[in-house]
Nanobody
Framework: VQLQASGGGLVQAGDSLRLSCAAS????????MGWFRQAPGKVREFVGV????????YMSDSVRSRFTISRDNTKTTGYLQMNSLKPEDTAVYYC?????????????????WGQGTLVTVSS
């Protein structure tokens, strides 16, 4: 499956942004989707995951109160709604997909990756 992430940009602290992840696969609902981010000089960090049906999701502690993951399988697109953005949220955000749902929340759990979209939050 091919993934295309979009929606990044330059925003101010406190603003909101919604990232999208468009998938090429018609059976998108068969894939777990995840979002990760990577800041300069840091390792890729788990942000959130959602099951193929959308019935199960989990967010990292650092964003749970501010970010929401969702998906629209009719549009083969996943989303990451980011509210109350902080400068420390600045990173390249990647969407990923895999046929299986894993609770280890590691990049290695995902087989397919999008190209990333840059989010910059100014103070």
């Amino acid at each position: 499956v091919q993934l295309q992430a979009s929606g990044g940009g330059l925003v101010q602290a406190g603003d909101s942004l919604r990232l999208s992840c468009a998938a090429s696969e018609r059976t998108f609902s068969s894939y777990t989707m995840g979002w990760f981010r990577q800041a300069p000089g840091k390792v890729r960090e788990f942000v959130g995951v959602i099951s193929g049906s959308g019935g199960i999701s989990y967010m990292s502690d650092s964003v749970r109160s501010r970010f929401t993951i969702s998906r629209d399988n009719t549009k083969t697109t996943g989303y990451l709604q980011m509210n109350s953005l902080k400068p420390e949220d600045t990173a390249v955000y990647y969407c990923a997909a895999d046929p299986y749902y894993s609770t280890s929340y590691k990049p290695s759990d995902f087989t397919f990756w999008g190209q990333g979209t840059l989010v910059t939050v100014s103070s």
